[in-house]
Antibody, heavy 120, light 108 residues
Framework: EVQLVESGGGLVKPGRSLRLSCTTSGFSFGDYAMSWFRQAPGKGLEWVGFTRSKPYGGTTEYAASVKGRFTISRDDSKSIAYLQMNSLKTEDTAVYYC???????????WGQGTMVTVSS | EIVLTQSPGTLSLSPGERATLSCRASQSVSSNYLAWYQQKPGQAPSLLIYAASSRATGIPDRFSGSGSGTDFTLTITRLEPEDFAVYYCQQYSTSPRTFGQGTKVEIK
């Protein structure tokens, strides 16, 4: 079964760090770009960033709102993608989703999400 | 940045009716890399349509996408009870990968 499962969310104080994990199964992880999105409570969807697959350089791109604070990485041997979040702000409070893609099929698989609350 | 504007904000319809959702881009979407997602309360979004008009795996044929360039449409021919949800369009051709603000399809 194809699956993406996020973990690592929780309550954290402003200025602190948190690392989210996206554990995948059921597909050839190393062949795909992997992305992170987020959704603040009651709001729409926001792209956070993505990492390309190694054949495409493994490079990363980020939204302006997180660039310099968040880092996306991947461990192809474990089929896991990570989102390292530093210098967290209250406005980073959201459900964070891991997805497969982008590809020509957009973002075709989504995890169930993990909640991150940034509050003092 | 490509800004996507969805209309209407809310669509009030009855089961069996036809739903037409619009998504307009501030500039042309390269390769028609425009997707539609459905999101139900408390759930993750799920992909319905990619490349403007291709249905994702397992999506029933009452869902169809059309359009090119800057104007795109999602049509649901006959609304089923499970189709009442929020729908988002997204362009995935260039960074930042942006979404529209969503259209809520609610039961009339």
């Amino acid at each position: 079964e194809v699956q993406l499962v996020e973990s690592g969310g929780g309550l954290v104080k402003p200025g602190r760090s948190l690392r989210l994990s996206c554990t995948t199964s059921g597909f050839s992880f190393g062949d795909y770009a992997m992305s992170w999105f987020r959704q603040a409570p009651g709001k729409g969807l926001e792209w956070v960033g993505f990492t390309r697959s190694k054949p495409y350089g493994g490079t990363t791109e980020y939204a302006a709102s997180v660039k310099g604070r968040f880092t996306i990485s991947r461990d192809d041997s474990k089929s896991i993608a990570y989102l390292q979040m530093n210098s967290l702000k209250t406005e980073d409070t959201a459900v964070y989703y891991c997805t497969r893609g982008p590809s020509n099929m957009a973002f075709d698989l989504w995890g169930q999400g993990t909640m991150v609350t940034v509050s003092s | 940045e490509i800004v996507l504007t969805q209309s209407p904000g809310t669509l009030s319809l009855s089961p069996g009716e036809r739903a037409t959702l619009s998504c307009r881009a501030s500039q042309s979407v390269s390769s028609n890399y425009l997707a539609w997602y459905q999101q139900k309360p408390g759930q993750a979004p799920s992909l319905l349509i990619y490349a403007a008009s291709s249905r994702a795996t397992g999506i029933p044929d009452r869902f169809s996408g059309s359009g090119s360039g800057t104007d795109f449409t999602l049509t649901i021919t006959r609304l089923e009870p499970e189709d009442f949800a929020v729908y988002y369009c997204q362009q995935y051709s260039t960074s930042p990968r942006t979404f529209g603000q969503g259209t809520k399809v609610e039961i009339k």
